[in-house]
Nanobody
């Protein structure tokens, strides 16, 4: 069994910063990549950023230059540093991980989500 637990969400004023964390635990052999997605009220879930086990990163255009994703392979943890936050960044942020189990099977796991609210 694998669990992803997010933390770090909250309420912040526009222009402020937050740092999200997502820790994976359980029966993990290795992790290929970890992503952050978000879902605003009334909208579809959208991809925000990803980091591979090798440290390669990619970002959605809407957050490029403001958000930074990083991973700690030793802790099976991914972080999302969010700076210059805007009201439109308000959403539930979800962690997603592509995890290799010891049986050789790769599976996708999602966290429960953490709320980020940016006030204007």
């Amino acid at each position: 069994q694998v669990q992803l637990v997010e933390s770090g969400g909250g309420l912040v004023q526009a222009g402020g910063s937050l740092r999200l964390s997502c820790a994976a635990s359980g029966s993990i052999f290795s992790i290929n990549r970890m992503d952050w997605h978000r879902q605003a009220p009334g909208k579809q879930r959208e991809w925000v950023a990803r980091v591979t086990s090798g440290g390669l990163t990619n970002y959605a255009d809407s957050v490029k230059g403001r958000f930074t994703i990083s991973g700690d392979n030793s802790r099976n943890t991914v972080y999302l540093q969010m700076n210059s936050l805007k009201p439109e960044d308000t959403a539930v942020y979800y962690c997603r991980a592509e995890i290799n189990r010891s049986n050789g099977i790769s599976q996708i796991y999602w966290g429960q989500g953490t709320q980020v609210t940016v006030s204007s």
